[in-house]
């Protein structure tokens, strides 16, 4: 198939909604590849943004070639020949000269480029030199039939878009610069005139035009900084719009002050609440008393004491004669949240229910009778308390556990079940700014940093798989001082690319260890049944078994206060927030607890110094900002909200003022037009609810 060769003249203008097989030199059956790359639209080709730019820029003349550097020849093809190899490859080449010297460039598996090249043409080639054979392999390459400012795929800052099989950079180069020519003039700007004026932004036609194809350094950066801030003005726009639809007057039931209840409850409690515990109280309190909507994001670090907050406000809620329902992810953790409530809410007279997918019938249809007549309850469940047979007529609060995906959907599910009941979100894992702001500026947030007093000291030590009989020694002793141990491995069973350590197989090595021998080593991942789930942590917790062989199923929420060792291999593969979140999961109790990080065999220099962060702090949030910082977004464990989809240009930790730009406009926006109504910002309403539909289903109407 012959490349569509770059620019030759304006393309005639289109609508930025017309299908991509209508552009010059693609057709219908190109078309199917570009839709495979999700690309069917020629607005959806502009805004396919490259990944990378390679600099070839940079001019030299034939004798003046180094080697080592992108460099690019300014030739006439004076040999072009197509080959034939010994294993039947056609491949190509040519000698390209320039009154300086002779080049060689060579193109394997590229046979078809004699349909291309031919003696006599102008071309610019862009490449690596390889001076012994006084060629280049593979170079970029372009026939010049104009300017040299007319280049698309050589001489210049080339842009390398994402593909798919069948594209070829070429391809994708040639139909984006039609696509610019056609639509970039076209499209509606998401940034309001006044928005981008006062931040100092150019049309947004020119940023499209040189986030693909640069003028220079300067050029790129300007364009990238420009749609950057486009991604997160329209992401703080969704949080802003949410956070006013979710807080209007009247939606909620105004809770009474916390009263008598609320005391017993507190003065039940075996130890005082920290600082940090009664500031989130009082902010949540606070909430509870308002018409509004509470939408509150309480951020404990591990061992924080985060259920505890989320009781006391539930007592507010039941003194109120309202019902509260506490939402967990799994039914392991709806279980132990059952579990630990009781421990502290019964001896203020304060029934826990619950209500998972292991409950008898008898015991749903006696505890949906009970919500249904409107009864005060705290019932402890998974989503399963969402289902439109369990009736709450008085729901007030809804406490959510761990659990970011749930969003507008089941707050409006919620909402059908009565009044839209406060939400109170929990979660262990610490949420650097940025990403509070970027991810869930439509919670308020209270942060809890600090443990309760009278836990045990809690050391954290990293080693290498070499020292693992060392760790089991350990392990042993700890078990003959009667304590219990945590062993966690990132895959359930062997096989796969990585060599890592599976649960099973290490489940049954540990089994037989000859210092292990007289203890009893369970074994608990996501294959399991939820029975099987509720069994082995059962027992764990009664000291029936003494070793724990997990994956990551018991990172948050499981609550054993005579475990005292955490063994984690493999730890390179996990992240730090995750890491941390594991380790939480010991030092719960009085006595010292030992957190041991193991490398794998395959452990770089970088990857023990990246371990060695956590043997330096305990503080979550610092290691979340170092996972930000080192791994992106993207990657940090759990931060993502669903119906929202990635940036693509801005980056959460580089951008961190330019975030706290677009956060201030939206909300200078939003506030003079709450529901986008006007003429200006059409644009900007239409972009988002071709993005964020979902997000933004109870903000705007239409």
């Given at each position: 198939?012959?490349?569509p060769?770059?620019?030759?003249?304006?393309?005639v203008?289109?609508?930025?909604?017309?299908r991509i097989?209508?552009?010059p030199g693609?057709?219908?059956?190109?078309?199917?590849?570009?839709e495979?790359?999700?690309l069917s639209?020629?607005?959806?080709?502009?805004?396919h943004?490259?990944?990378?730019?390679?600099?070839a820029?940079?001019?030299?003349?034939?004798r003046d070639?180094?080697?080592g550097?992108l460099l690019?020849?300014?030739?006439e093809?004076?040999?072009?020949?197509?080959?034939?190899?010994?294993?039947?490859?056609?491949?190509?080449?040519?000698?390209?000269?320039?009154?300086t010297?002779?080049l060689?460039?060579?193109f394997f598996?590229?046979?078809?480029?004699a349909?291309?090249l031919?003696a006599g043409q102008?071309?610019v080639?862009?490449?690596?030199?390889?001076?012994?054979?006084?060629?280049?392999?593979?170079?970029?390459?372009?026939l010049v039939?104009?300017d040299?400012?007319q280049?698309?795929?050589?001489?210049?800052l080339?842009?390398v878009?994402?593909?798919?099989?069948?594209?070829?950079?070429?391809?994708m180069?040639?139909?984006?610069r039609?696509?610019?020519?056609a639509v970039?003039?076209q499209?509606?700007?998401?940034?309001?005139?006044?928005v981008?004026?006062?931040?100092g932004?150019?049309p947004?036609?020119?940023a499209?035009?040189?986030?693909?194809f640069?003028?220079n350094?300067?050029?790129l950066?300007?364009?990238?900084?420009?749609?950057?801030?486009e991604?997160l003005?329209?992401?703080?726009?969704?949080?802003?719009?949410?956070?006013?639809?979710l807080?209007?007057?009247?939606?909620?039931l105004?809770?009474?002050?916390?009263?008598?209840?609320?005391?017993?409850?507190?003065a039940?409690?075996?130890f005082?609440?920290?600082?940090d515990?009664d500031?989130?109280?009082?902010?949540i309190?606070?909430d509870?008393?308002?018409?509004?909507?509470?939408?509150?994001?309480?951020?404990?670090?591990?061992g924080?004491?985060?259920?505890?907050?989320?009781?006391?406000?539930?007592?507010q809620?039941?003194?109120?004669?309202?019902q509260?329902?506490?939402?967990a992810?799994?039914?392991v953790?709806?279980?132990?949240?059952?579990?630990?409530?009781?421990r502290?809410?019964?001896?203020?007279?304060?029934?826990?229910?619950?209500l998972?997918?292991?409950?008898?019938?008898?015991?749903?249809?006696?505890?949906?009778?009970?919500?249904a007549?409107g009864?005060?309850?705290?019932?402890?469940g998974?989503?399963?308390?969402?289902?439109?047979?369990?009736?709450?007529p008085?729901?007030?609060l809804?406490?959510?556990?761990?659990?970011?995906?749930f969003?507008?959907?089941q707050r409006?599910?919620?909402?059908?079940?009565?009044?839209?009941?406060?939400?109170?979100?929990l979660?262990a894992?610490p949420?650097?700014?940025?990403?509070q702001?970027?991810?869930f500026?439509?919670?308020?947030?209270?942060?809890?940093?600090?443990?309760?007093?009278?836990r045990?000291?809690?050391v954290?030590?990293?080693?290498g798989?070499?020292?693992?009989?060392?760790?089991?020694?350990?392990?042993?002793?700890?078990?003959?001082?009667?304590r219990?141990?945590?062993?966690?491995?990132?895959a359930?069973e062997?096989?796969?690319?990585?060599?890592?350590k599976a649960a099973e197989?290490?489940?049954?090595?540990?089994?037989?260890?000859?210092l292990l021998r007289?203890?009893q080593?369970?074994?608990l991942?996501g294959r399991?049944?939820?029975?099987e789930?509720?069994?082995?942590?059962r027992?764990?917790?009664?000291?029936?078994?003494?070793?724990?062989v997990?994956?990551?199923?018991i990172?948050?929420?499981?609550?054993v206060p005579?475990?005292?060792l955490?063994?984690?291999?493999n730890a390179?593969?996990?992240?730090?927030?995750?890491?941390?979140?594991?380790?939480?999961?010991?030092?719960?109790?009085?006595?010292?607890?030992?957190?041991?990080?193991?490398?794998g065999?395959?452990?770089t220099?970088?990857?023990?110094?990246?371990?060695q962060?956590?043997?330096?702090?305990?503080?979550?949030?610092?290691?979340a900002?170092a996972?930000?910082r080192?791994?992106?977004?993207?990657?940090?464990?759990?931060t993502r909200?669903?119906?929202?989809?990635r940036?693509?240009?801005?980056?959460?930790?580089?951008?961190?003022?330019l975030l706290?730009?677009?956060?201030?406009?939206?909300?200078?926006?939003?506030?003079?037009d709450?529901q986008?109504?006007?003429?200006?910002?059409?644009p900007l309403?239409?972009?988002?609810?071709?993005?964020?539909?979902?997000p933004?289903?109870?903000?705007l109407?239409?």
């Amino acid at each position: 198939m012959t490349e569509p060769e770059g620019r030759r003249g304006r393309s005639v203008p289109l609508d930025p909604r017309t299908r991509i097989q209508f552009l010059p030199g693609v057709g219908p059956a190109r078309a199917l590849m570009f839709e495979r790359a999700g690309l069917s639209t020629l607005e959806h080709l502009v805004r396919h943004y490259p990944r990378e730019w390679l600099d070839a820029s940079q001019f030299s003349s034939i004798r003046d070639l180094v080697p080592g550097k992108l460099l690019t020849v300014v030739g006439e093809v004076k040999q072009a020949a197509a080959l034939r190899t010994r294993g039947g490859r056609g491949d190509f080449s040519i000698a390209v000269t320039d009154g300086t010297g002779t080049l060689g460039c060579y193109f394997f598996g590229q046979s078809w480029l004699a349909r291309t090249l031919h003696a006599g043409q102008r071309v610019v080639v862009s490449g690596d030199y390889d001076p012994l054979e006084r060629r280049m392999l593979n170079p970029m390459f372009e026939l010049v039939e104009g300017d040299l400012e007319q280049l698309l795929h050589a001489g210049r800052l080339v842009p390398v878009h994402a593909l798919t099989k069948g594209l070829t950079a070429r391809a994708m180069r040639t139909a984006v610069r039609h696509a610019l020519d056609a639509v970039a003039d076209q499209l509606g700007d998401p940034v309001p005139a006044d928005v981008a004026a006062a931040h100092g932004f150019g049309p947004l036609a020119e940023a499209l035009r040189a986030i693909h194809f640069p003028e220079n350094a300067e050029s790129l950066a300007a364009a990238r900084r420009r749609l950057a801030f486009e991604e997160l003005f329209q992401l703080q726009m969704v949080m802003e719009l949410r956070r006013r639809a979710l807080s209007e007057e009247g939606r909620a039931l105004a809770l009474a002050p916390a009263g008598d209840l609320a005391r017993r409850v507190r003065a039940s409690l075996p130890f005082t609440l920290t600082t940090d515990q009664d500031g989130a109280i009082a902010e949540i309190t606070a909430d509870l008393a308002r018409p509004r909507p509470m939408h509150r994001l309480v951020i404990g670090d591990v061992g924080s004491g985060k259920t505890v907050v989320a009781l006391m406000a539930a007592a507010q809620a039941l003194e109120a004669g309202h019902q509260v329902a506490f939402m967990a992810p799994t039914e392991v953790l709806a279980r132990q949240h059952a579990t630990s409530l009781s421990r502290f809410a019964t001896a203020a007279g304060v029934e826990v229910a619950t209500l998972t997918g292991s409950s008898t019938a008898a015991q749903r249809r006696l505890l949906n009778a009970r919500l249904a007549s409107g009864e005060p309850l705290l019932v402890v469940g998974t989503h399963a308390l969402l289902e439109d047979k369990v009736q709450m007529p008085s729901l007030a609060l809804a406490i959510v556990d761990e659990q970011h995906r749930f969003g507008v959907k089941q707050r409006a599910t919620l909402a059908k079940k009565g009044v839209l009941p406060h939400l109170l979100v929990l979660t262990a894992t610490p949420i650097p700014r940025t990403l509070q702001l970027a991810w869930f500026g439509d919670l308020d947030v209270s942060v809890i940093r600090h443990r309760p007093a009278g836990r045990g000291r809690l050391v954290t030590r990293v080693t290498g798989e070499e020292k693992f009989p060392q760790v089991v020694q350990f392990m042993a002793a700890e078990l003959e001082a009667g304590r219990q141990a945590f062993v966690v491995v990132p895959a359930i069973e062997e096989g796969g690319k990585l060599e890592v350590k599976a649960a099973e197989g290490e489940y049954t090595r540990l089994r037989q260890h000859p210092l292990l021998r007289k203890w009893q080593v369970g074994l608990l991942h996501g294959r399991l049944k939820n029975e099987e789930k509720i069994e082995v942590m059962r027992r764990f917790k009664e000291r029936e078994l003494h070793v724990l062989v997990a994956t990551t199923v018991i990172e948050v929420g499981v609550d054993v206060p005579n475990a005292t060792l955490m063994v984690v291999e493999n730890a390179e593969r996990f992240g730090l927030t995750q890491l941390h979140q594991l380790r939480g999961r010991v030092g719960r109790g009085e006595h010292r607890s030992v957190c041991v990080f193991v490398g794998g065999s395959g452990l770089t220099e970088r990857g023990r110094e990246r371990l060695q962060i956590m043997a330096t702090t305990d503080d979550g949030f610092e290691l979340a900002e170092a996972d930000l910082r080192m791994r992106g977004p993207g990657e940090v464990w759990g931060t993502r909200q669903s119906g929202l989809p990635r940036l693509r240009l801005a980056d959460l930790w580089n951008d961190r003022e330019l975030l706290d730009q677009a956060q201030a406009a939206a909300r200078a926006v939003a506030s003079a037009d709450p529901q986008l109504q006007r003429a200006e910002h059409a644009p900007l309403r239409a972009s988002l609810l071709a993005s964020y539909r979902e997000p933004l289903e109870l903000a705007l109407a239409g």
